[in-house]
């Protein structure tokens, strides 16, 4: 059984919710439930060990949105889920921003509480195997890793990214890879997260930065003019790496033009981010970067949430795009995006193409990017060379392949 020696802690301060809660939920978990924001906190203070914690929005004192900071703090391991009154855009936006991971809503549906529970402890695993893996990242690969950043034992590699209307190439993502003295080249999925967990992410993410907005520009220099590079930006970067400056310092020194960046954060990491951290890219949009959504469709944000958020464009997950030839459910979410998204004026970029017929359905869909081995793996800047016209064509791919600009 999935929830096997879970713990659940339910805190409401109506006791009919409290009761019609912890009743269902006790015989699948071991359940705490309790009628305050403070008596949870004091609780937490002194045991921690609480898998997933359901707390009313709205209470008579502490409110779940004033307890989720605190509850983040006690029991960082613990997934929150938010009951409300009513279903609304909302409401959702600031459960989510809060730090919940999902919410239910009352009158309880009791499938929809069991479901929610079940995804909220599945996400509880996933994050707590992650930071396991990370610190499997004993103190050795944490020196490691360090004096890796501190000697630039790094490569960025970049992908294309192609207008699907024209065939042209119009931009590359940068992607770090480490070159590991013993391991060889390392993946980002190897050490990203252990960055962010020590925070080097910040100098990593910088150098990245750096390394992507210089090639940039020898591409402009060498022909490719308005060529844009895509970097990602990992939440923490935003939180605290004091960005604004961090980008701004970059264009200056490497004469990049701001609307030739974009920056990729991923559809959970907005969801996280405070209005503050909004409000970052807020001005570095005004400056005139481009800020794309990455990974969309794969965190829980519905596409209402878009429409607040200052963003040029969204990436749609590798996931949808896979199936969008296959599965009829998957072609449909595929097409909801694409429209919301044009009516709200943003770009769309389909990452993970592999496939001719993927591609076609994307341009039958007017999806304005797009990102794949179709049109090319990541690749390391300076080896590729320029000997063909920077273009996909796909009726000539048998005498045309494309190449990124020469560098
Ligand atoms: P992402 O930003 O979503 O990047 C796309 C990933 O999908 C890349 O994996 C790319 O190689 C892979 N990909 C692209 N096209 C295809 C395709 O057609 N099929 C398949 N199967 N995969 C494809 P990669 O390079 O391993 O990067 C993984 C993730 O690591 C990135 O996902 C990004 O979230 C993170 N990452 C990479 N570089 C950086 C960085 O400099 N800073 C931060 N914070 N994160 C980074
Ligand atoms: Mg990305
Ligand atoms: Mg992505």
């Known amino acids: 059984m999935i929830g096997k020696g879970a713990r659940l802690l339910i805190v409401d301060d109506e006791s009919h919710i409290r009761e019609v809660l912890h009743d269902f939920l006790s015989q699948s978990y071991d359940c705490v439930a309790l009628n305050s924001g403070e008596d949870a906190l004091a609780l937490l203070s002194t045991e921690s060990s609480f898998d997933v914690i359901i707390s009313d929005i709205k209470m008579a004192r502490m409110s779940g949105l004033e307890m989720v900071p605190h509850i983040l703090n006690l029991a960082p391991e613990a997934v929150i889920i938010m009951i409300?009154?009513?279903r609304t855009i909302e409401f959702a936006i600031d459960a989510m921003r809060a730090g919940a991971f999902d919410y239910i809503t009352k009158p309880f549906d009791l499938s929809e509480v069991d479901a929610a529970v079940r995804?909220?402890?599945?996400?509880?695993?996933?994050?707590?195997?992650?930071?396991?893996?990370?610190?499997?990242?004993?103190?050795?690969?944490?020196?490691?890793?360090?004096?890796?950043?501190?000697?630039?034992?790094?490569?960025?590699?970049?992908?294309?990214?192609?207008?699907?209307?024209?065939?042209?190439?119009?931009?590359?993502?940068?992607?770090?890879?480490?070159?590991?003295?013993?391991?060889?080249?390392?993946?980002p999925a190897d050490f990203i997260l252990l960055a962010?967990?020590?925070?080097?992410?910040?100098?990593?993410?910088?150098?990245?930065?750096?390394?992507?907005?210089?090639?940039?520009?020898?591409?402009h220099q060498a022909g490719f003019p308005g060529f844009r590079v895509a970097v990602n930006v990992s939440p923490r970067q935003l939180q605290q790496g004091n960005l604004c400056e961090t980008v701004v310092q970059t264009l200056n020194e490497t004469e990049l033009e701001p609307d030739c960046l974009e920056l990729e954060l991923t559809e959970t990491s907005m969801m996280q981010n405070a209005e503050s951290e909004i409000e970052i890219l807020a001005s570095l949009r005004k400056m005139g970067l481009k800020i794309a959504i990455d990974?969309?469709?794969?965190?829980?944000?519905?596409?209402?949430?878009?429409?607040?958020?200052?963003?040029?464009?969204?990436?749609l997950d590798q996931s949808f795009v896979k199936g969008a030839t296959t599965d009829p459910d998957d072609a449909a979410l595929?097409?909801?995006?694409?429209?919301?998204?044009?009516?709200?004026?943003?770009?769309?970029?389909?990452?993970?193409?592999?496939?001719?017929?993927?591609?076609?359905?994307?341009?039958?869909l007017r999806c304005d990017r797009g990102q794949g081995y179709l049109f090319g793996k990541p690749a390391p800047a300076d080896p590729i060379e320029a000997t063909r016209q920077a273009r996909y064509l796909p009726e000539d791919r048998y005498v045309m392949s494309y190449s990124l600009p020469p560098t």
């Open 334 to 364: 595929v097409m909801a995006v694409v429209t919301l998204a044009h009516n709200l004026r943003l770009k769309v970029i389909a990452e993970g193409i592999e496939t001719e017929d993927q591609l076609k359905f994307l341009r039958l």
């Open 295 to 315: 990974d969309f469709g794969t965190g829980y944000s519905s596409l209402g949430y878009l429409k607040n958020l200052p963003i040029d464009s969204v990436k």
């Open 119 to 187: 995804r909220a402890l599945d996400h509880g695993k996933l994050f707590k195997d992650k930071l396991t893996r990370a610190s499997g990242s004993d103190e050795n690969s944490v020196k490691q890793l360090r004096r890796a950043v501190d000697n630039e034992e790094f490569v960025v590699y970049y992908q294309p990214q192609v207008d699907i209307e024209s065939g042209n190439i119009v931009g590359a993502e940068a992607l770090v890879r480490w070159k590991h003295p013993e391991l060889g080249l390392l993946p």
């Open 196 to 219: 962010e967990e020590t925070g080097l992410i910040i100098p990593l993410g910088r150098w990245v930065l750096h390394m992507a907005c210089a090639q940039a520009k020898k591409w």
């Open 84 to 86: 409300s009154g009513q």
